[in-house]
Nanobody
Framework: QLQAYGGGLVQPGGSLRLSCTVF????????MGWYRQGPGSQRDMVAT???????NYADSGKGRLTIYRDDAKNTVYLQMNNLKPEDTAVYYCNAGVAETLPNMFSDFWGQGTLVTVSS
């Protein structure tokens, strides 16, 4: 239902852009977001974006991360700049998807994409 792309190995200070596309039966897409889970850690919110474009960021990413969406492509992006080793984690995308009825949203998760920040 959700396919995430764009993870990889990057040096500290580098940039990556993650993308996540919603596939399948879609009537409408609600809120979308990115979460991450580091080694031995719980899954934490990184950034979210509402249908109307309102964004919210974890304090750790403010000023370095930008979330945006392209509803024509059913895709949400996470532009990550000035990456730090502590950003190393598996990044998961999340979306509320209404499959058949308006405003009847179900929660879906992507499979995760690994981001490693290391020299």
């Amino acid at each position: 239902q959700l396919q995430a792309y764009g993870g990889g190995l990057v040096q500290p200070g580098g940039s990556l852009r993650l993308s996540c596309t919603v596939f399948g039966r879609i009537f409408s897409i609600g809120d979308m977001g990115w979460y991450r889970q580091g080694p031995g850690s719980q899954r934490d919110m990184v950034a979210t974006i509402t249908r109307g474009g309102r964004t919210n960021y974890a304090d750790s990413g403010k000023g370095r991360l930008t979330i945006y969406r392209d509803d024509a492509k059913n895709t949400v992006y996470l532009q990550m700049n000035n990456l730090k080793p502590e950003d190393t984690a598996v990044y998961y995308c999340n979306a509320g998807v209404a499959e058949t009825l308006p405003n009847m949203f179900s929660d879906f998760w992507g499979q995760g994409t690994l981001v490693t920040v290391s020299s």
